[in-house]
């Protein structure tokens, strides 16, 4: 939470949001947890990149209904901004990775809708943690510092998308519900640093049958920390007066380090819906071959970055598209974009397509960037197979005929 954004306003102990600014949320571990502490997790990071990236690398396209039960892409005014540039500054990629990455840690994610008479002439993205949510008089209120100036904007001025939540003005943020969890990994990853940065040597003692004076005590310690780094690893440590030093058995897997970062990775995935494998990470029992994790891998798709999709779409569909344009024209990311690193799968959905009339040789030409192949590959084709027992090889017995007599020179005979 951006501190500037709660001068002039007063609160009280009981106010957690903008006390979190300073100490973030408590955790039994006794480690803060903000934004910036969870994202230092590399499992937090890498569920927010993907998630994000893999969102905002789909072509979003308005279209148009033919009132067939079909569609057609056109030419919106709002193509441009939402597909293309939704403002100066930013690509549509960045834009809808940023808006996306917010709404995964702050369950919220908000855009400031810009106007040109009924006209929308660019989509800025506003930061969700300096956005704070009022409602007065029953209507929302966005209230914002913009350059050190308050910003008061109403509902319809702001591109608000909400994440998982029970129906409030804002949606749910899993970094502070999951404040135990992100917690522990955090003490778990500066535990594991520590030991590291120690030399792997967790601890030891020194003995000797001499009694020691407290500048002794203090030039040991000095002497110690020569040996204390993983710099210094592997050094020859000298002892005088009888020292005898004896280092204490607590590697990593009997303190279960190793298996508690490894927990925290699968319980940090269960708070993004993320499958431990998306992220590289093979969770026990699962290995990294075969169609199970193909399985894994549209589980998330289903489960977890379609919902990020809809609720874009439907965002859209109600504040960005006007209430005469809702029943024609709608917004809609192309999932099928996230076949083209599989180029198996790509050949087996468009031969598919093409050949059961869903799709034309063109069209399917245009999925793979190649040019128009002509008039003739325009058409709707289908393979026979399955036509009535009583035509088949009729077509063919005409085909062959036809071929046979133009291979002879003879011209066809109607009456024949």
């Known amino acids: 939470m951006n501190f500037k954004s709660w001068i002039g306003r007063a609160f009280g102990l009981t106010d957690t949001a903008p006390w979190s600014y300073f100490y973030g949320g408590a955790s039994a571990a006794g480690k803060a947890v903000t934004d910036n502490t969870a994202m230092q997790l590399a499992t937090v990071w890498s569920c927010v990149r993907l998630n994000s990236e893999a969102a905002s690398c789909l072509p979003l396209q308005v279209f148009e209904k033919d009132g067939r039960g079909g569609r057609n892409p056109i030419d919106h005014p709002l193509a441009e901004i939402i597909g293309e540039s939704p403002n100066a500054e930013q ?3 960045e834009f809808w990775g940023a808006m996306v990455a917010w709404l995964m840690v702050r369950g919220n994610a ?3 809708i810009v106007k040109l008479g009924d006209r929308i002439t660019a989509l800025n993205l506003l930061p969700a943690d300096q956005v704070n949510v009022t409602r007065e008089a029953g209507e929302l209120r966005y209230k914002f510092t913009d350059r050190g100036k308050p910003v008061d904007l109403p509902a319809e001025s702001v591109l608000h998308i909400r994440g998982f939540g029970f129906g409030g003005d804002c949606g749910l943020s899993p970094i502070r519900f999951g404040v135990q969890t992100f917690g522990s990994a955090i003490a778990a990853d500066e535990a594991a640093g520590k030991i590291f940065g120690n030399g792997l040597m967790p601890s030891g ?7 020691l004076t407290d500048e002794h005590r203090i030039q040991l310690g000095e002497i110690l920390k020569k040996y204390s780094t993983s710099t210094n690893a592997g050094k020859v440590m000298i002892l005088e007066a009888g020292m005898k030093f004896e280092q204490l058995s607590l590697a990593p897997e009997d303190m279960q380090m190793l298996e508690t970062r490894r927990f925290n990775v699968e319980e940090i995935c269960r708070w993004f819906g993320v499958p431990p494998v998306v992220i590289c990470h093979a969770a026990q029992g699962v290995t990294a071959w075969g169609t199970g994790i193909e399985q894994l891998l549209l589980q998330w798709l289903t489960t977890g970055l379609n919902p990020i999709l ?5 965002r859209i569909a109600k504040q960005l598209i006007g209430p005469g344009e809702r029943r024609r024209f709608y917004a809609e990311f192309n999932r099928e974009a996230l076949l083209q690193a599989d180029s198996a799968a790509k050949a087996s959905f468009l031969s598919t397509m093409v050949q059961n009339a869903l799709m034309s040789r063109n069209e399917a ?3 793979l960037n190649l040019p128009h192949a002509g008039a003739a590959a325009d058409a709707l084709t289908a393979q026979t197979n399955l036509a009535p ?3 088949l090889g009729g077509d ?3 085909a062959a005929k036809a071929a046979f007599r133009s291979w002879l020179g003879i011209e066809e005979n109607k009456n024949d």
């Open 389 to 391: 027992l009583e035509r």
């Open 91 to 93: 690509t549509a990629f």
């Open 396 to 398: 063919n017995a005409a």
């Open 310 to 314: 809809t609720r874009i779409e439907k």
């Open 110 to 112: 908000y855009a400031e």
């Open 205 to 211: 003692v020194l003995s000797t049958e001499q009694e």
């Open 365 to 367: 030409r245009g999925k």
